[in-house]
């Protein structure tokens, strides 16, 4: 007779093998337990989440078997470790004391089965081999096949097997057998185990077992129990009494039927161990799921599943989803981070000092908003993550920093941390003339605009900036980056530049006083080192600046001209800008051996014998 038919009786005698099972393969895992700990958060009519029950994809192939080989790290396969009996091996005690069977003994993230021939790693030398899946795979099939979470399969191999095979470091290919209760009714012999002989084998119980619990979602009403209340007995004799259950959802259902007791208050104390008149099969599944992969009421379901399931590695849920923030978003987080999600930017992870600084700027009502990337890595080996609203990097040396996305692109191009600016001493700061930003670093800073863009400025360029009035003053803000120029550098601003050298330091110019400087050679030219800033505020809003061997003079009519030697003392004498001649009109403008210049009011002649003469207009 089958394992699991329609019949009520059948199934409950096959029920009643289940918990007998679970005894023993509980007793030897609780063999190493030493201290109780009483459950935690059990209700007895909602075990585990429809959702989380039925989410076939919860886990892939690879993650299930990186999960397996965390749970049993050394395998001794070929029983070599010591066994802790007599100086005997695992091997030596097992074939001498025990009379089992010798290596190898393949454990559950080593075992392959071929489900065509029912060959396994036992008979294959103890691993891997052609035509034969992994547990992991499996697993994995089963779970696609039925729609079975493949963590509930996980935790249910672990309730059910002996060892049980989760944790076995030298498991006997028999506790492989009926390693998921399937298909062994207590109907022999004083209640023995009467298991059916064609149902044995790994595969076999993994995918009826999917199988099954896929049937009863199917078939809820073909059971004893049913939806809503229930009388559940303690344990397998009745005189132990029962419970009256409310179950509030097909999951929970179902695990009653596979295992048709719920625990008293004896066994939900006495975790992991043993209580009177206790059954264990559904505590030990909420108590070994929610250890495992988080509250099993705790769903992660809708948008924030498309996030969870390709990061697995977030670990256990520990609130369900919220979907009450800003512009209709969600969040909810887990053991090792969060997913936050919104129409816009989808479900993205934020974790670590990204999210601890994203938390001290407001969350997703501060200025950053909702995060629109995961983690991402900078050119100097660093990680930032996209912001609605900008930026923000994190090293274990500044900590996290949050950027306007511009300051981030053009600090990034200057390679980080590891490039001239070094680490940021502040986050950046928008609250500037103009909408404008900046962010300072060890060895400088940068500036930004919409009209200008990010614009690095350092060094003595930028303390002359500052003492002019910084954004606020007749520069405004840069508009370029430090440029090259004869003798030294130079850097452009909305309202004029900055010249830097060795020799004159930094030195501010109006745009037109400088293009007329550099084609007169610069420092190396005729006027040489500049000895003033350009200075304005003359008549008719006129600007100058002095050098070494002369000087240039603009107005918005004129342009830029220079003036020097005889003719600049001359007009000197006759009131500069301010006099009859008011501001030069040219250069000077040889003829023969003498010279002359224009001016708005006149000329001014100079001869080497008469020196220098006014001719007015």
């Given at each position: ?98 009379g089992w069977p010798g290596p190898p003994y393949t454990c559950l993230n080593k075992y392959y089965e071929n489900p065509d021939n029912g060959d396994t790693s036992y008979e ?484 080497p014998s008469s020196g220098a003469s006014v001719v007015y207009n």
């Amino acid at each position: 007779m089958k394992h699991h038919s329609l019949s009520k009786n059948v199934n409950i005698l096959c029920a009643f093998f289940i918990s007998v099972f679970l005894l023993t393969a509980f007793a030897i895992y609780s063999s190493t337990r030493v201290n109780a700990a009483p459950i935690t958060g059990f209700t007895a009519g909602n075990i585990i989440d429809d959702s989380i029950f039925y989410n076939k994809n919860s886990m892939n192939v690879t993650q299930i078997q990186s999960f397996l080989d965390s749970l049993i790290p050394n395998c001794d396969v070929w029983g070599t470790q010591p066994s802790g009996y007599g100086g005997l091996t695992n091997a030596q005690y097992a074939q001498q004391i025990k009379g089992w069977p010798g290596p190898p003994y393949t454990c559950l993230n080593k075992y392959y089965e071929n489900p065509d021939n029912g060959d396994t790693s036992y008979e294959k030398g103890g691993g891997a081999f052609a035509g034969g899946l992994s547990a992991a795979q499996i697993i994995h099939d089963a779970a696609q096949t039925y729609g079975i979470n493949p963590q509930v399969l996980l935790v249910m191999l672990k309730k059910e097997s002996l060892g049980p095979l989760t944790a076995d470091s030298w498991p006997l290919k028999s506790q492989y057998k009926y390693s998921m209760g399937y298909a062994c009714p207590d109907s022999g012999p004083g209640w023995s185990a009467n298991c059916d002989t064609s149902k044995a084998g790994f595969y076999k119980q993994m995918m009826l077992a999917a199988w099954q619990l896929n049937y009863y979602k199917e078939h809820p009403n073909d059971y004893r129990y049913h939806m809503g209340w229930n009388n559940i007995q303690y344990d397998t004799d009745p005189a132990c009494g029962t419970k009256s259950v409310n179950i509030e959802n097909i999951a929970t259902l179902s695990l009653y039927i596979y295992t048709p007791y719920t625990p008293n208050d004896g066994a939900l104390a006495a975790y992991p161990g043993t209580a009177s008149c206790g059954a264990y099969g559904n505590r030990n599944f909420f108590a070994f799921f929610k250890e495992w992969f988080g509250d099993p009421r705790l769903a992660v379901v809708g948008v924030i599943a498309d996030g969870y399931n390709s990061n697995i590695w977030l670990g256990k849920p520990l609130i369900n989803a919220v979907c009450e923030l800003r512009d209709g978003g969600c969040y909810q987080l887990f053991a090792n981070g969060s997913i936050y999600w919104s129409p816009a930017t989808g479900s993205q992870v934020v974790r670590g000092g990204i999210k601890d600084k994203w938390v001290s700027s407001g969350f997703e009502n501060g200025a950053l908003g909702y995060p629109a990337t995961g983690e991402l890595v900078a050119s100097d080996g660093s990680v930032y993550q996209k912001f609605q609203g900008g930026i923000i990097n994190w090293t274990s040396a500044s900590g996290g920093r949050s950027f306007a996305t511009d300051i981030f692109t053009k600090w990034n191009e200057w390679s980080g941390q590891k490039g001239f600016f070094g680490k940021p001493t502040t986050d950046s700061i928008c609250n500037l003339r103009n909408n404008g930003c900046y962010q300072l670093f060890a060895k400088g800073s940068i500036y930004w605009t919409a009209g200008t863009g990010a614009q690095v400025i350092h060094g003595g360029v930028k303390d002359k900036w500052i003492s002019s009035g910084s954004e606020n003053g007749t520069l405004g803000y840069p508009t370029s980056g430090e440029l090259s120029a004869p003798g030294g550098i130079y850097q452009t601003f909305q309202g004029g530049l900055i010249f830097w050298s060795t020799g004159a330091g930094a030195i501010k110019f109006t745009n037109d006083l400088y293009t007329t400087w550099t084609t007169y050679g610069a420092e190396s030219g005729f006027f040489g080192k500049p000895t003033t800033d350009t200075l304005c505020g003359l008549k008719n809003n006129g600007c100058y600046q002095l050098f070494r061997t002369g000087s240039l003079y603009w107005t918005n009519t004129t342009g830029a001209q220079s003036v020097h030697g005889g003719i600049k003392d001359k007009w000197i004498s006759v009131g500069l800008e301010n006099g009859a001649l008011g501001y030069p009109t040219s250069g000077e403008i040889a003829s023969g051996a003498s010279v002359y210049q224009t001016f708005q009011g006149g000329t001014i002649n100079w001869t080497p014998s008469s020196g220098a003469s006014v001719v007015y207009n």
